[in-house]
């Protein structure tokens, strides 16, 4: 968006080059008129597309559909401004709603639903470090029956901001989440780009949205600071080489470390055979091992053993 600077106004009220100043209730505000700009992404047209349906499928409606919702809004309040909660319409309700529903996949409706509300989730542990990018909410939902669990992020920020959650945009809508593991490393980087040491601090906001009537919960907001993957020293692979008969080969790696290996050449992964004793080869082979720790690889080591003739 594009904004006309703002200009100052001192009891009065006015309106000059698109901006509108007023004074109300003892309080002054400024608004300032936004102009939309040229270039829009598919996210942007994504949601204007689905307004556009919204807007279009309201006018539809019968009289009597447009009473219900009208009624229904009743119960219902708006978003707090200034700290005063404004009402809501009728149309406001049907399109926040059916919003939501639209975005889930689903059918936009035309009748007012039953509405329910929706648990607010719980705090999230998110894992930030090398290539690894995870979320995971700390405890599953009572009912996760059409809930789809919505997570925004903001793009890296520099160590000096300490709050910029305002910035985060929707990166992965989970559908019946529990409290597994999330991978949302390709989401982020499709969105904002892989995480750097320049801007390393994301801010997350996420929340539940039940797909069946459109209701929203309570936001959740979260912080990590993206590391740089550990670095696991190469395991020691000991044994005698030239050998006639046979020779014994053992594997040392970093304490705590789990140590995988292969005799045959090929490089070894996580699940590789596991190093626990020393063993024997009675013929030419090379080993290769790795060592593994807090989910982080090693660089292979190899040494060949080789059998005198």
Request: glycine share 8%.
């Amino acid at each position: 968006m594009k904004y006309i600077p703002s200009i100052a106004f001192e009891e009065m009220s006015g309106s000059a080059k698109g901006v509108t100043a007023a004074k109300m209730k003892s309080r002054k505000y400024i608004r300032n008129r936004g102009y939309g700009g040229s270039v829009r992404t598919s996210d942007q047209a994504k949601v204007k597309g689905i307004f556009k349906q919204l807007t279009t499928q309201w006018k539809s409606l019968t009289s009597a559909q447009i009473l219900a919702w009208n009624k229904l809004a009743l119960s219902q309040e708006g978003r707090s401004v200034l700290g005063s909660k404004a009402k809501i319409s009728g149309s406001n309700l049907f399109t926040r709603l059916n919003y939501w529903i639209v975005a889930c996949g689903g059918t936009a409706l035309v009748d007012p639903p039953a509405l329910v509300g929706v648990e607010t989730p719980s705090s999230a542990t998110i894992a930030c470090q090398g290539d690894t990018f995870t979320f995971k909410l700390d405890q599953d939902l009572y009912d996760n029956g059409g809930i789809f669990l919505v997570i925004e992020a903001s793009e890296g920020q520099s160590n000096g901001v300490s709050r910029a959650h305002s910035k985060a945009v929707a990166i992965k809508m989970v559908e019946e989440p529990d409290d597994s593991v999330i991978d949302i490393r390709a989401d982020y980087v499709a969105k904002h780009g892989a995480p750097s040491a320049g801007a390393p601090k994301i801010f997350f906001r996420y929340y539940l949205v039940n797909s069946q009537t459109g209701e929203k919960s309570g936001t959740m907001l979260a912080e990590c600071k993206w590391e740089p993957a550990a670095v696991v020293a190469a395991p020691e692979i000991s044994g005698t080489t030239p050998f006639s008969e046979s020779t014994q080969v053992s594997i040392s790696g970093p304490d705590g470390a789990d140590i995988r290996y292969t005799t045959d050449g090929s490089d070894p992964t996580a699940s590789s055979t596991q190093y626990s004793a020393a063993f024997s080869l009675n013929a030419t082979a090379t080993v290769k091992a790795i060592a593994i720790k807090n989910g982080v690889s090693s660089e292979v080591a190899s040494k060949t053993f080789t059998k005198s003739e």
